[in-house]
Nanobody, 122 residues
Framework: VQLQASGGGLAQTGGSLRLSCAAS????????MGWFRQAPGKEREFVAA????????FYADSVKGRFTISRDNGDNSVYLQMNSLKPEDTAVYYC????????????????WGQGTLVTVSS
C-alpha cells in the first residue's frame, strides 16, 4: 500500500482544514487507517484511527470533539476533518495503514505516507 497525504496548510486559531490520504492498491479496504502527527522537537503521536469498515473510530483525547476521521473505500481514501484548530495542533500529519483493529500504536502500522504540514496561527 502506498499512501499520499495532502491538504495541509496554514489556518487561524478556530479555523478548519481537511486532510486527505489517497491509497494505492486493491487491498485498501482490508486495512485500518490512522492519522498521526509530529510537532517540532516532539515524538510522533496518535491522532485518530478508523477500522476497515468505517464502523469504529478512535481519537486521541486532545482532538476528541474537534477532529473527525472518515474513509471512502470505493475511492481508496481516508480523511481527517479538523475543526476548532488550536496552535498546539501545528505539526506534520501522517496517514498510515495497519492490519490491526484501529490501533493507537505507531508500531502496529505497516505503511506510512510522506506527511503534510499543518500550521495554526494564534
Amino acid at each position: 500500500v502506498q499512501l499520499q497525504a495532502s491538504g495541509g496548510g496554514l489556518a487561524q486559531t478556530g479555523g478548519s482544514l481537511r486532510l486527505s490520504c489517497a491509497a494505492s492498491g486493491r487491498t485498501f479496504s482490508s486495512y485500518s487507517m490512522g492519522w498521526f502527527r509530529q510537532a517540532p522537537g516532539k515524538e510522533r503521536e496518535f491522532v485518530a484511527a478508523i477500522i476497515w469498515s468505517g464502523g469504529r473510530r478512535f481519537y486521541a483525547d486532545s482532538v476528541k470533539g474537534r477532529f473527525t476521521i472518515s474513509r471512502d473505500n470505493g475511492d481508496n481514501s481516508v480523511y481527517l476533518q479538523m475543526n476548532s484548530l488550536k496552535p498546539e495542533d501545528t505539526a506534520v500529519y501522517y496517514c498510515a495503514a495497519s492490519r490491526g483493529y484501529g490501533s493507537q500504536k505507531r508500531s502496529e502500522y505497516d505503511y506510512w505516507g510522506q506527511g503534510t504540514l499543518v500550521t495554526v496561527s494564534s
